[in-house]
């Protein structure tokens, strides 16, 4: 039996019913007008610069700004000693580094140098130093002349020893830039430790040998390229296409089953596609696994970027695909839309799904996240009382909230992200709560109440330690809440929490928890053999905790869940080791923190609360357990790094931090897990 009222994506077939994502359009680059001649630099110590704004940027815009910036060339970038010389070394670096333009476009050995002018049209690779143009090489195939040159092309040895450590100098400042502008990451935010740099905004890692994606989020690899030093001038070598790109996906296998996308049997089932689903499927395929696999999923979209709608309600289904139809198509990875799940049969291996089409498996992940909490007051079948789980959702609330009275039911962190974003569109916003303070449970009560403060600054008004007990509206549709403490609040829209879709599971013989939570083993493997479980619906054993069983609903967490239980479906016994960090933004604040607090018995700060500027240590006993932080890039992220390595962080060395050292000053940290 074929499916009908869900829609299926064929390999090499056509998507029915689910719109696929657009290719993006590329921004014309508009004319740069004339500039003048910088003046002459003031002489004295080179240092690295602050960080700077921090967006996006292509390799050709950093070229552009270094040009106006008035610099040519790298020259004399490695001399002197760092600690940073083992880990930007003549090693083949990931850096994307700048499209150069020489006249071709495959792999040049290419200085690194915004002066497209001084391009030989001939020349495969040259160099040039600040404010002189000269060419330092050959073109490829041609040999230079006299004794300095044996051979026309470089030789591709990665041996150290002509290469002193390195030094903050503008070279390096270039080479950092371009790194920062191709693969987003702060060029001097970053963590770099354990042969690997960490994003200090979202904290995912990357090998800085291979590029290889090692730690979450994000679903691609940075782009590799190696580098050359010779006379103290450094050259990147790269194809065009790729210096063009900021991303790399890994090298998949394809799917050879010829039955794929016809038959009522398949070798991978995995119900739910957001992030733990998604990659689960990526990394079996980027395994060598060729079989048939089946993802399905409630929505009508393809796999998402579920997190960004309560941060931008307005936000549109193609603004958030992960992958467009066409990498589906391409890995034969078949994906069932509008699909929901009613019964799984352990004994037979199968599901069965609403519309009554079966679908056999012999390995099952079940990440099915979250589903509509319901209230359980008077008045709950009112109109316009809404959850955020899918793009239609997040759209009608911001459409019917412009202007209106809104009251968001629970200030963690999906309530507050919708709170902050309608503020400006709303005429009010309202957030009930059953605890004193927004995040008491993860933050604590100070930086709870400073989170607070800052949201009643913006017009948000708070009703703690209560709970809704009447909804009441006029013909059918909602216009005042009633609370137990018997207040009244007006509302034209309500928005309420989420809740583990695990219902279809309860008679399935599948273990489940008291809250309705799938708990997994370190394999993310449920107590079925055969049958894993990943994402926002679990829990698991957190190994830096002493193997304590906790749920973690955060995105990264969901990444790195998938891929460990595809891992064990090949039979790779790898094990959730993976240290929990999360980021949210509300009033163009970002908060960051890693770890998991849970039971923490004292908060340490540092900083002003009352300015925002801050990061909070959360301790049990005599241990470091979590860290929150905002506007103190890239502490939390240094800190997650200590925490994965195995390293432990004392209490009193926070206290002593906190007592002695100036506000951003972080080298107690340098060393730990390095």
Known sequence: MSPTAHHLLRPGGAVLGAAGSPAAVQPQRQPRPARASPPPRARGPKRFPSPGPRRAQSPLQVLEQLQQDGISSISKAFRGSSPMGDALGLRQLPICAPACRPSSGHSPWVAVSPSPNQWSSRSRWCCLRKNEA???????????????????????????????????????????????????ISRMASVLSRGRVRCPWHGACFNIS????????GLD?????????????????????????????????????????????TNVLIVGAGAAGLVCAETLRQEGFSDRIVLCTLDRHLPYDRPKLSKSLDTQPEQLALRPKEFFRAYGIEVLTEAQVVTVDVRNKKVV???????EYSKLLLAPGSSPRTLSCKGKEMENVFTIRTPEDANRVVRLARGRNVVIVGAGFLGMEVAAYLTEKAHSVSVVELEETPFRRFLG?????????????????????????EL??????????????????????????????????????????????????????????????????????????NNRKVNIPHWQMAHAQGRVAAQNMLAQEAEMNTVPYLWTAMFGKSLRYAGYGEGFDDVIIQGDLEELKFVAFYTKGDEVIAVASMNYDPIV???AEVLASGRAIRKREVELFVLHSKTGDMSWLTGKGS
């Open 134 to 184: 000269r060419r330092s090489c050959r073109p490829v195939g041609r040999a230079a002349p006299g004794p300095t040159r044996a051979t026309a092309r470089p030789a591709t040895s990665t041996r150290r020893s002509a290469c002193p450590p390195l030094t903050p100098t503008p070279a390096l400042r270039i080479v950092w830039r371009l790194l920062s502008a191709t693969s987003r």
């Open 210 to 217: 291979t590029g290889d994606l090692e730690d979450f989020p």
């Open 221 to 265: 690899s940075l782009h590799k390229f190696q580098v050359k030093i010779e006379k103290e001038k450094v050259y990147v070598r790269a194809s065009k296409q790729a210096l063009q790109l900021q991303r790399r996906t890994k090298v998949m296998a394809k799917c050879i089953s010829p039955s794929a996308g016809y038959s009522s049997s």
């Open 353 to 359: 799904f609403k519309d009554g089409f079966k679908l």
């Open 445 to 469: 009560e100070r930086v709870g109440r400073a989170l607070m403060k800052m949201f009643e600054n913006n017009r948000v008004k708070f009703y703690m330690q209560t709970e809704v007990s």
């Open 472 to 545: 009441r509206g006029q013909e059918g549709k909602l216009k005042e809440v009633v609370l137990k403490s018997s207040k009244v609040v007006r509302a034209d829209v309500c928005v309420v929490g989420i809740v583990a879709a695990t219902g279809f599971l309860r008679q399935s013989g599948i273990g489940l928890d008291s809250r309705g939570f799938i708990p997994v083993n370190k394999m993310m493997q449920t107590n079925v053999p055969g049958v894993f479980a990943a994402g926002d619906a679990v829990t698991f054993p957190l190994a830096w905790r």
């Open 637 to 639: 992220s240094k800190v």
